[in-house]
């Protein structure tokens, strides 16, 4: 019997995956609703997730109507095309939508360069560290003095970027030996200001809870 | 009636990155001017317009500056009048900006390195890796004139590089990675891609490359010496 094809959305996702929380308060933002799946990732995948997403086989992967969309930003261009009567998180203007695209792929590095502070020792970590601080800067600078990086409203840059905030606090900066507050102190000001958002604060988990995971995953993969 | 806002674009001479956003303003049909730089020597204007990354291309519109060369695909196909290069719908442009991520995140590192490290296991490795990713693009491209679907769109401009680039690396290194044996569909997809109208007028011709990377042969070499010397 042919299986049938479940309507609506479903999110793959697993918890504390700031990429699965960029989506998840996507999600909110827009009103809409969905089925949350969460996915076993450090054990055996589901069948559901190599079938959905046979290429990387991680998490976010959104199904909508029983088609997967793969990739945290794609799923975000997704959202705001497929339910073109939602909030919109993206501007109009397609300068300002281009920056925001930029700046969003650029938040990547954060997690990027803050997973070579605590995966390496030595040089390699002096050197995310120098590049942490570069990133951290670019990104308080182009904040500026603006509430949020669009400009007044929470917007595309923010959810892509704010997941990141409770692994910078406390767990990068003490792996790479700085100062969120010190170094980019537009920018702390800026994640307790997306702190207000329901959506913001309902889908992120303290940074001390972050903490506890990745001293498992270290665990887990033999790192001192 | 006001008129239209000058289109420059920096770029480097052979630079794969930056074709991709000439070949976009060529299909899209967008006249620009193109600013050629000396990546040995940055200039002015570029350090400016892409102080976070200082790379080719940048796209200069009017007093607006683009960079990072997917961003900027996105960004011509919403800000100019012409051709399509994202299909209408959501899912399809789910798919389309997926691929490019792949091609843009996944591909390009084994495929250079590939290219450029000494000969070996480690080699080896990321000729099999890249030929993997290779096969995954195979089965993409199967049964289409292109990614794009009857015209090209962006993801055959984001694979781009491997329709003109991937052979000129293979005669400077002399490493076979893409064969039309092993990848039929994905070579005569190159062809079409480098024969059509809009991008044969801004691709640089094969000898012109091979010249260019064999001056940088050896310090590409290095390069990938350096990141891999245990």
């Given at each position: 019997?042919?299986?049938?094809?479940?309507k609506?959305l479903?999110?793959?996702d697993?918890?504390?995956?700031p990429?699965?929380?960029?989506?998840?308060?996507a999600l909110?933002?827009k009103?809409?609703?969905?089925?949350y799946?969460?996915?076993e990732?450090?054990?055996?995948?589901s069948?559901?997730?190599?079938?959905?997403?046979?290429?990387?086989?991680?998490i976010?992967?959104?199904?909508?109507?029983?088609?997967?969309?793969?990739?945290?930003?794609?799923?975000?261009?997704?959202?705001?095309?497929?339910?073109?009567?939602a909030?919109?998180?993206?501007p109009?203007?397609?300068y300002a939508?281009?920056q925001?695209r930029?700046?969003?792929?650029?938040?990547?590095k954060v997690?990027?360069?803050?997973?070579?502070?605590?995966k390496?020792?030595g040089?390699?970590?002096s050197?995310?560290?120098?590049?942490?601080?570069?990133?951290l800067?670019?990104?308080?600078?182009?904040l500026?003095?603006?509430?949020?990086?669009?400009?007044?409203?929470?917007?595309?840059?923010?959810?892509?970027?704010?997941?990141?905030?409770?692994?910078?606090?406390p767990?990068?900066?003490?792996?790479?030996?700085?100062?969120?507050?010190?170094v980019?102190?537009?920018?702390?000001?800026?994640?307790?200001?997306?702190?207000?958002?329901?959506?913001?604060?309902?889908?992120?988990?303290?940074?001390?809870?972050?903490d506890?995971?990745?001293?498992?995953?270290?665990?887990k993969?033999?790192?001192? | 009636?006001?008129?239209p806002?000058?289109?420059?674009l920096?770029?480097a001479?052979?630079s794969?990155?930056?074709?991709?956003?000439?070949?976009?303003?060529?299909?899209?049909?967008?006249?620009?001017?193109?600013?050629?730089?000396?990546?040995?020597?940055k200039?002015?204007?570029l350090?400016k317009?892409?102080?976070?990354?200082?790379?080719?291309?940048v796209?200069?519109?009017?007093?607006?500056?683009?960079?990072e060369?997917?961003v900027?695909?996105e960004y011509?196909?919403?800000?100019?009048?012409?051709?399509?290069?994202?299909p209408?719908?959501?899912?399809?442009?789910?798919?389309?900006?997926?691929w490019a991520?792949f091609?843009?995140?996944?591909?390009?590192?084994?495929?250079?390195?590939?290219?450029?490290?000494e000969?070996g296991?480690?080699?080896?490795?990321?000729?099999?890796?890249?030929?993997?990713n290779?096969a995954?693009?195979?089965?993409?491209?199967k049964?289409?004139?292109f990614?794009?679907?009857?015209?090209?769109?962006?993801?055959?401009?984001?694979?781009?590089g491997l329709?003109?680039?991937?052979?000129?690396?293979e005669?400077?290194?002399?490493?076979?990675?893409?064969?039309?044996?092993?990848?039929?569909?994905l070579?005569?997809?190159?062809?079409?891609?480098?024969?059509h109208?809009s991008?044969?007028?801004?691709l640089?011709?094969?000898?012109?490359?091979v010249?260019?990377y064999?001056?940088w042969?050896?310090?590409?070499?290095?390069?990938?010496?350096?990141?891999f010397s245990?």
């Amino acid at each position: 019997m042919a299986e049938e094809i479940k309507k609506g959305l479903v999110l793959l996702d697993f918890w504390v995956s700031p990429f699965g929380q960029r989506c998840r308060i996507a999600l909110a933002e827009k009103g809409l609703p969905y089925e949350y799946s969460e996915q076993e990732l450090l054990g055996t995948k589901s069948e559901l997730l190599l079938r959905s997403n046979p290429i990387h086989k991680k998490i976010p992967v959104l199904i909508h109507d029983g088609r997967p969309v793969n990739e945290s930003l794609v799923i975000l261009n997704y959202l705001e095309e497929a339910f073109p009567d939602a909030p919109p998180l993206l501007p109009a203007d397609p300068y300002a939508r281009a920056q925001a695209r930029f700046w969003a792929a650029y938040s990547d590095k954060v997690y990027e360069v803050g997973s070579r502070l605590w995966k390496t020792k030595g040089e390699a970590q002096s050197q995310a560290r120098a590049e942490m601080l570069q990133v951290l800067g670019n990104l308080d600078g182009e904040l500026g003095e603006k509430p949020f990086f669009a400009g007044e409203k929470f917007g595309f840059v923010d959810l892509a970027l704010v997941p990141f905030m409770p692994w910078l606090t406390p767990s990068f900066e003490r792996y790479g030996g700085f100062s969120v507050a010190e170094v980019a102190p537009r920018l702390a000001a800026w994640a307790d200001r997306c702190m207000e958002r329901e959506s913001v604060a309902k889908t992120l988990y303290p940074g001390e809870k972050v903490d506890e995971f990745i001293t498992l995953l270290k665990k887990k993969y033999g790192i001192e | 009636m006001s008129q239209p806002e000058t289109v420059k674009l920096i770029n480097a001479f052979g630079s794969p990155f930056g074709h991709r956003a000439e070949a976009a303003l060529c299909v899209k049909g967008v006249p620009y001017e193109l600013i050629l730089e000396d990546l040995g020597s940055k200039s002015e204007l570029l350090l400016k317009h892409n102080p976070v990354h200082k790379f080719v291309p940048v796209l200069l519109h009017g007093d607006r500056a683009v960079a990072e060369s997917i961003v900027i695909i996105e960004y011509i196909d919403e800000a100019f009048e012409g051709p399509p290069l994202l299909p209408a719908d959501p899912h399809g442009r789910a798919e389309a900006r997926f691929w490019a991520q792949f091609i843009d995140h996944k591909f390009s590192r084994p495929f250079w390195l590939s290219f450029w490290m000494e000969d070996g296991p480690r080699k080896e490795a990321f000729v099999k890796e890249a030929k993997e990713n290779l096969a995954l693009l195979e089965g993409q491209i199967k049964g289409r004139r292109f990614f794009g679907g009857d015209d090209i769109g962006l993801v055959d401009i984001a694979a781009g590089g491997l329709a003109r680039w991937v052979g000129v690396f293979e005669e400077v290194a002399g490493v076979r990675v893409m064969s039309d044996e092993e990848f039929p569909d994905l070579c005569q997809w190159a062809e079409r891609y480098v024969s059509h109208e809009s991008v044969n007028k801004c691709l640089p011709s094969r000898g012109e490359l091979v010249a260019l990377y064999s001056s940088w042969k050896e310090m590409y070499m290095q390069v990938a010496k350096v990141k891999f010397s245990s």
